[in-house]
C-alpha cells in the first residue's frame, strides 16, 4: 500500500463548477497536509496545507482534513481553465521525519471551457 | 529573490557517464532537499539537509547516487555511474526553519541514453 494515495485522473471538470481532489494517507502519526499546484513541464508550487481536522479556506480553494478517516481533499470552487494542472498531494511526518514530505502520484485536472 | 537556481536544465549522456546536477537555494533557506520525479513513481524525496549537513538520505537509491553541500548557497546531486533508469526530472527544492512552504527549483531533466 502506497503511503499516500490520489486517483491519477484524469478529472475533467466544466469551466465555474466545483473540483474535487481526494487523498488518502497511510501514516496515522501525519503531522501536517499539503497540495501542491504542478503545471505540465514546470516544478510544483504550494497552493495550501492544513494541520488540524475541518476546513481551511483560502479564495477559491477549500482543503479538507479528516484525521480519523486519513483523508484529504481539496476543493476548487468557480473553476477557471487555468487551474488545469496536476494536483499533488503531500504528507509530513512528526518527529525525526518532520521535513519530509511524502507525496501522492497527483491527479490530473482539466477544467473545460 | 532569484528563487532556487538549478543547472543545468537539460543533461542528456549516455549510460556509465558521471552526471552532476547542482542546485543553489534560497538565501537565508536552511532546509535543502533533492527529489526525482518519474512517470512511473511520482515525486519522491532523494535526500535533504539541514544547515548543510544531510539530515535523511533514505531516499537515495543506491551508492551511485551522492549528494554534497559545501556551503549555504550550494549543493550538488551526483550519479555515477548512471543507467538509463536515472532518466527523470530532478528537482531541488529549499525552505526555512518554522515556514511550511518548500519553494521548487525549475528542475533538471535528465535523460540516460
Known amino acids: 500500500q502506497k503511503e499516500v494515495e490520489q486517483n491519477s485522473g484524469p478529472l475533467s471538470v466544466p469551466e465555474g463548477a466545483i473540483a474535487s481532489l481526494n487523498c488518502t494517507y497511510s501514516d496515522r502519526g501525519s503531522q501536517s497536509f499539503f497540495w501542491y499546484r504542478q503545471y505540465s513541464g514546470k516544478s510544483p508550487e504550494l497552493i495550501m496545507f492544513i494541520y488540524s481536522n475541518g476546513d481551511k479556506e483560502d479564495g477559491r480553494f477549500t482543503a479538507q482534513l479528516n484525521k480519523a478517516s486519513q483523508y484529504v481533499s481539496l476543493l476548487i470552487r468557480d473553476s477557471q481553465p487555468s487551474d488545469s494542472a496536476t494536483y499533488l498531494c503531500?504528507?509530513?511526518?512528526?518527529?525525526?521525519?518532520?521535513?519530509?514530505?511524502?507525496f501522492g502520484q497527483g491527479t490530473r485536472l482539466t477544467i473545460n471551457p | 529573490d532569484a528563487g532556487v537556481i538549478q543547472s543545468p536544465r537539460h543533461e542528456v549522456t549516455e549510460m556509465g557517464q558521471e552526471v552532476t546536477l547542482r542546485c543553489k537555494p534560497i538565501?537565508?533557506?536552511?532546509?535543502l532537499f533533492w527529489y526525482r520525479q518519474t512517470m512511473m513513481r511520482g515525486l519522491e524525496l532523494l535526500i535533504y539537509?539541514?544547515?548543510?549537513?544531510?539530515?535523511?538520505d533514505s531516499g537515495m537509491p543506491e551508492d551511485r547516487f551522492s549528494a554534497k553541500m559545501p556551503n549555504a548557497s550550494f549543493s550538488t546531486l551526483k550519479i555515477q555511474p548512471s543507467e538509463p533508469r536515472d532518466s527523470a526530472v530532478y528537482f531541488c527544492?529549499?525552505?526555512?526553519?518554522?515556514?511550511?512552504?518548500?519553494?521548487f527549483g525549475p528542475g533538471t531533466r535528465l535523460l540516460v541514453l
Open positions: 527544492a529549499s525552505s526555512l526553519t518554522g515556514r511550511e512552504t518548500q519553494y
Open positions: 538565501s537565508g533557506h536552511d532546509y
Open positions: 539537509f539541514n544547515n548543510n549537513v544531510p539530515i535523511d
Open positions: 503531500a504528507v509530513k511526518g512528526g518527529g525525526q521525519g518532520a521535513q519530509k514530505l511524502v
